[in-house]
């Protein structure tokens, strides 16, 4: 009898640990992971190497990005495709109990032209817009991303030079191969051949090192505890259920290694000032130029001088149309451009301003010659229209006021007879403007 009860016990063991294998191997076996090279097991974590050819690794999906741009747009080249393949990914990985996201690696890249600290900089804009997206549609901390600025794409354009042949291409790889200073790599590929060889790298290769790009996702696969139903009347009373599975998955669960969070780089970094012209002056023959530059944290203040200064006399001295106003304002931005989140000076602006100057206008031989300040306040609101062009429209009040001269002009108007003085006082709308805004960067243009 005893015997008989011992094949029993060891037949219901065997029992409950095929059904339990047979449970475990379907799961690895339709697992999100499998046959999908860009979700790779945390265990095989791979730092970032500047020798490696990213573009020839199944394991990276990458997005591109338009010239001298860090904003991520959807709709830009094979960006849609990719874009979605990787929330689906991820979004797959969210909702499953037996995976969690440990790392998304973003090598962020920039092509050749320019400056190379100018495009270090941009590569890791480029990278930063790639993790706010992600963290625009997942619930993910700054810890879940590993941040790479890879600079500029020597490595990856050396090999695309490598495999393919036109003119110039021995002479190209041996400067990069024996050049180390990466502005003297450029500038020497630039004068082969007067350029050509340049101009064709351009067209054919530099887009494609424009990538922000190269994107990694590292999970950890959660194994579930195994319990066996099988209890003995002799051992000690066994915890309840309930809390030995919550131990076992505290005792599985992996530690999540917090990584340096990496700065967002200031985007008014990019640009050394704006210059604009006031349309509106323009067509009334008022020439003006202003210039404005971004400060402070988040890029929320700016600093604004302009200048205009009409100075024309005509029909024998009898009509004048002199003016010289020199004025600074102050401004804060409210939002940036929805559409182009990283577009500096866009979106909703106020502020206040001071001016001064002085004028001399007549008509006919009568006018009023004189000085004076204004002090009063803006809002306004900017587009971006263009790569390097926006649109402003603005509107000021405020108040006027200084002391004038009324004369007339004698003897052919070679003579201003003063005839009374006066004092202008006036409150009211001050300035309209439509300007043309030129961002102007802070080094050669990529």
């Known amino acids: 009898m005893k015997i008989l009860t011992t094949l029993l016990l060891m037949l219901s063991f065997l029992s409950v640990f095929a ?19 860009t979700l790779v097991s945390y265990a095989s974590y791979i730092p970032y190497d500047s020798t490696q050819v990213l573009r020839n690794d199944p394991s990276l999906l990458y997005v591109n990005f338009e010239r001298n741009e860090s904003v991520l747009k959807h709709d830009f080249r094979n960006n849609a495709a990719t874009l ?3 929330e689906e990914m991820i979004g797959r990985m969210l909702n499953d109990s037996l995976f969690r996201v440990r790392t998304i690696l973003i090598i962020g890249m920039a092509s050749i032209e320019g400056s190379f600290e100018y495009n270090k900089r941009l590569a890791m804009d480029r990278a930063t817009s790639v993790k706010r997206y992600l963290q625009q549609r997942f619930n993910l901390p700054d810890s879940a991303f590993e941040l790479v600025s890879a600079g500029e794409a020597w490595t990856e354009l050396r090999s695309l030079v490598e495999e393919n042949q036109f003119e110039g291409r021995k ?5 990069i191969d024996n050049v180390s200073n990466p502005w003297l790599r450029e500038k020497r590929i630039r004068e082969l051949n007067n350029g050509k060889v340049y101009q064709y790298l351009l067209d054919q290769h530099f887009a494609d090192q424009r990538s922000a790009g190269y994107i990694r996702i590292y999970f950890d696969e959660i194994q ?14 066994p915890q309840p259920m309930r809390e030995v599975v919550a131990d076992a998955l505290v005792e599985e669960q992996p530690l999540m290694v917090e990584s340096q969070s990496v700065p967002v780089m200031d985007v008014d970094r990019k640009w050394l000032v704006a210059v604009k012209t006031n349309m509106l002056f323009d067509a009334a023959l008022a020439p003006n130029i202003e210039v404005e530059r971004l400060f402070g944290k988040n890029n929320r203040f700016s600093v604004m001088a302009e200048v205009w200064f009409p100075w024309y006399v005509w029909r024998h001295n009898s009509n004048a149309y002199e003016v010289l106003n020199i004025g600074l304002e102050g401004r804060y931005w409210f939002t940036h451009s929805k559409k182009y989140p990283n577009r500096p000076l866009t979106g909703l602006f106020a502020g206040v301003y001071a001016a001064g100057g002085k004028y001399d206008i007549e008509w006919k031989s009568e006018g009023n010659q004189g000085e004076y300040t204004s002090l009063g306040a803006t809002i306004g609101y900017t587009w971006r229209i263009g790569r390097n062009l926006n649109l402003e429209a603005s509107a000021s009040a405020g108040w006027v006021s200084g002391p004038y001269r009324h004369y007339e002009g004698r003897f052919d108007d070679t003579h201003l007879i003063w005839q009374r003085n006066g004092q202008l006082s006036y409150f009211g709308p001050t300035k309209l403007k439509f300007s043309l805004v030129w961002l102007w960067p802070d080094r050669r243009r990529r």
């Open 84 to 86: 979605d393949k990787m």
């Open 171 to 175: 002479q190209v790889l041996d400067i």
């Open 224 to 237: 579930p505890a195994i319990t066996s139903p099988i209890a003995v009347a002799e051992e000690p009373e």
């Open 19 to 37: 059904q339990h294998t047979g449970n475990v191997l379907p799961l690895k076996n339709n697992s999100i992971a499998a046959n999908n090279p």
